[in-house]
T-cell receptor
Framework: KQEVTQIPAALSVPEGENLVLNCSFT??????LQWFRQDPGKGLTSLLL?????REQTSGRLNASLDKSSGRSTLYIAASQPGDSATYLC???????????FGAGTRLTVKP | DTGVSQNPRHKITKRGQNVTFRCDPI?????LYWYRQTLGQGPEFLTY????????KSRLLSDRFSAERPKGSFSTLEIQRTEQGDSAMYLC????????????????????FGPGTRLTVL
């Protein structure tokens, strides 16, 4: 069974700092990995999707990497802003399931 | 069509009552998913449709839960005889299963989520 873990559970940084969020998964037979953002009481917004054949994806100040062999992904956020404050979730889809397995998320607070 | 919509956004009910939620996916999407999310946790998969066919159900989906997607468009999730443990955010997502992207021969299948329905069972 695929288990997804996110560390840390919460992170607080000053505005302007670069930061890295971590996601690890137990089964390397993944189809893709997706990073989401969730604001309090809201649904999920897709940030980046990495296919199993890819090593990284970039969108603006966000960069996500994938290392299947070690079962890890990182989400790098450059020059953080207060508007980046949210919970960040990673989700993994394996080849033998159509659903996504989510981590519990990292709650990020960027202080002005 | 700007995204996935869900109704109602909030539902408060008494234990033992039945509730029904609706999800309208992005119009051209052929896949639809239901997830449940409790406080402080990531979403957990409940069930999945491809067009009108329900192809997978999680063991979390007890006999009190039923989902339909009658014409391959919108979907409903019904919970019968609600229990306090059913209190959660119910999220719907849709995706388009494509045969190719960028010449790689890979499926994209990015899931787009709705705003969710927050259920409170008293």
């Amino acid at each position: 069974k695929q288990e997804v873990t996110q560390i840390p559970a919460a992170l607080s940084v000053p505005e302007g700092e670069n930061l890295v969020l971590n996601c690890s998964f137990t089964d390397s037979a993944i189809y893709n990995l997706q990073w989401f953002r969730q604001d309090p009481g809201k649904g999920l917004t897709s940030l980046l999707l990495i296919q199993s054949s890819q090593r990284e994806q970039t969108s603006g100040r966000l960069n996500a990497s994938l290392d299947k062999s070690s079962g890890r992904s990182t989400l790098y956020i450059a020059a953080s802003q207060p508007g980046d404050s949210a919970t960040y979730l990673c989700a993994v889809r394996t080849f033998y399931n159509n659903d996504m397995r989510f981590g519990a998320g990292t709650r990020l607070t960027v202080k002005p | 069509d700007t995204g996935v919509s869900q109704n109602p956004r909030h539902k408060i009910t008494k234990r033992g009552q039945n509730v029904t939620f609706r999800c309208d996916p992005i119009s051209e999407h052929n896949r639809l998913y239901w997830y449940r999310q409790t406080l402080g946790q990531g979403p957990e998969f409940l069930t999945y449709f491809q067009n009108e066919a329900q192809l997978e159900k999680s063991r979390l989906l007890s006999d009190r839960f039923s989902a339909e997607r009658p014409k391959g468009s919108f979907s409903t999730l019904e919970i019968q005889r609600t229990e306090q443990g059913d209190s959660a955010m119910y999220l719907c997502a849709s995706s388009l299963k494509q045969s190719r992207t960028g010449g790689t021969g890979r499926f994209t299948d990015t899931q787009y989520f709705g705003p969710g329905t927050r259920l409170t069972v008293l």
